[in-house]
């Protein structure tokens, strides 16, 4: 699946909810949205380094990273950013940066 679709699927996804539960959608809270998600992805990590109870546990951090990439795709939808093009243009400039070779 390309980045445009995951994005156009995860923005359905949250009218689908939305339209459910009878709630807006406010742009403006997905951020906090997405830092609540980044911060139990961190928590799973913790606890592969032992430095959090509990055990690590590899699917529930592909959870939370699944988690992250809807929140963010959500965040480039409301903003009508282009994120296919966006993620390559990010590369081109880290190879750049790193003056590595573009492959």
Known sequence: MEIKEA?????????????????????DSMFLSLAEEVGEVAR???K???N??????KEELADELADVIGRTLII??????NMDK?????LIKIKERFKLNNK
Not at 8 to 13: G, I
């Open 7 to 27: 994005q156009k699927q995860c923005s359905e996804l949250l009218a689908d909810i939305n339209n459910k539960h009878n709630v807006k959608h406010e742009p």
């Open 44 to 46: 799973e990590l913790s």
């Open 48 to 50: 592969k380094q032992k």
């Open 52 to 57: 959090y109870r509990g055990n690590f546990n």
């Open 76 to 81: 480039a939808e409301d903003n009508n950013i």
């Open 86 to 90: 966006a993620f390559q243009n990010k």
